[in-house]
């Protein structure tokens, strides 16, 4: 059964961190590049980072760049994504996507999302 588990999610404050995980099962996770999304409230799910399969390329969406680090340990099936300097704005269900290419390409698993609240 092909699953990808997000994990590390919780409360903060502004200014701290938190390490997200992805675990996966049922798939070879080295066969795609990986993804972190999020989704505040009322709003649509937005793009956050990408990793390539082994690690060497990524790249990350202007509001997080510099805070946050997506990283992956393909013996562990997981993937990171890394955050500090947290404001409320980071606040928001964060998924993990297998994308079939780095480049380009289609998302055939999702996780089922972790929360992060980031307080003021």
């Known amino acids: 059964q092909v699953q990808l588990v997000e994990s590390g999610g919780g409360l903060v404050q502004a200014g701290g961190s938190l390490r997200l995980s992805c675990a996966a099962s049922?798939?070879?996770?080295?066969?795609?590049?990986m993804d972190w999304f999020r989704q505040a409230p009322g709003k649509e799910r937005d793009f956050v980072a990408r990793?390539?399969?082994?690690?060497?390329?990524?790249y990350y969406a202007g509001s997080v760049k510099g805070r946050f680090t997506i990283s992956r340990d393909n013996a562990r099936n997981t993937v990171y994504l890394q955050m500090n300097n947290l404001n409320p704005e980071d606040s928001a269900v964060y998924y993990c996507?297998?994308?079939?290419?780095?480049?380009?390409?289609?998302?055939?698993?999702w996780g089922q999302g972790t929360q992060v609240t980031v307080s003021s």
């Open positions: 996507a297998a994308r079939t290419s780095y480049n380009s390409g289609v998302y055939p698993y």
């Open positions: 049922g798939f070879t996770l080295s066969n795609y590049a």
């Open positions: 990793i390539n399969w082994s690690g060497m390329m990524t």
